[in-house]
T-cell receptor, first 115, second 112 residues
Framework: SAVISQKPSRDICQRGTSLTIQCQVD?????MFWYRQQPGQSLTLIAT?????????ESGFVIDKFPISRPNLTFSTLTVSNMSPEDSSIYLC????????????FGPGTRLTVL | KQEVTQIPAALSVPEGENLVLNCSFT??????LQWFRQDPGKGLTSLLL?????REQTSGRLNASLDKSSGRSTLYIAASQPGDSATYLC???????????FGTGTQLKVEL
């Protein structure tokens, strides 16, 4: 299974600033996903990032707030822009091995606190 | 819209007990169902993946079943241990966007 790392593991940020989260995979994967887990809640998909194309955002999430880069098959970044306390969450990246309907593996997450 | 529900929301059992966690989903047109474990403040660890054509999967003390037509899955944990304490999440994979829909989770505590 893919091994996924994220940086930073946690951060405390001030309102109005931006944070970029990195996700690195030890193998080439086609599809990468970014999720948000708000305190006490389950996971919500933010967007799907495929290499070579624009990210696809889920309802309620927009590119201006959560810009995503996917420069190659092993790396992606998610930026949380103009942060507010409501953005305090765990942000997780995941990858899907195979194509369609296959197992997903998750990174360790980035715990973000916005003051 | 797919909705996934897990019952119970929380469970506390003594060590050694066998237990069952439940997951239900509203749209039976799924490709697969995956069970995850999440420790506090951490990422998700994949436990078991059941394809839509399968009825069950086993890994060590874990057994997951799938009844696609009724929209249900169970995760059976045998001889529970304190190290099993975590939140267990089920997620279903549906087409049309290649995405997982997660359940609400069951927070399990296994006590000595």
């Amino acid at each position: 299974s893919a091994v996924i790392s994220q940086k930073p593991s946690r951060d405390i940020c001030q309102r109005g600033t931006s944070l970029t989260i990195q996700c690195q995979v030890d193998s080439q994967v086609t599809m990468m996903f970014w999720y948000r887990q708000q305190p006490g809640q389950s996971l919500t998909l933010i967007a799907t990032a495929n290499q070579g194309s624009e990210a696809t955002y889920e309802s309620g999430f927009v590119i201006d707030k959560f810009p995503i880069s996917r420069p190659n098959l092993t790396f992606s970044t998610l930026t949380v822009s103009n942060m507010s306390p409501e953005d305090s969450s765990i942000y997780l990246c995941s990858v899907e091995e195979g194509w369609g309907g296959n197992e997903q593996f998750f990174g360790p997450g980035t715990r973000l606190t916005v003051l | 819209k797919q909705e996934v529900t897990q019952i119970p929301a929380a469970l506390s059992v003594p060590e050694g007990e066998n237990l069952v966690l439940n997951c239900s989903f509203t749209d039976s047109a799924i490709y697969n169902l995956q069970w995850f474990r999440q420790d506090p403040g951490k990422g998700l660890t994949s436990l078991l993946l059941i394809q839509s054509s399968q009825r069950e999967q086993t890994s060590g003390r874990l057994n997951a079943s799938l009844d696609k037509s009724s929209g249900r899955s169970t995760l059976y944990i045998a001889a529970s241990q304190p190290g099993d304490s975590a939140t267990y999440l089920c997620a279903v994979y549906t087409g049309g966007g290649n995405k997982l829909t997660f359940g609400t989770g069951t927070q399990l505590k296994v006590e000595l």
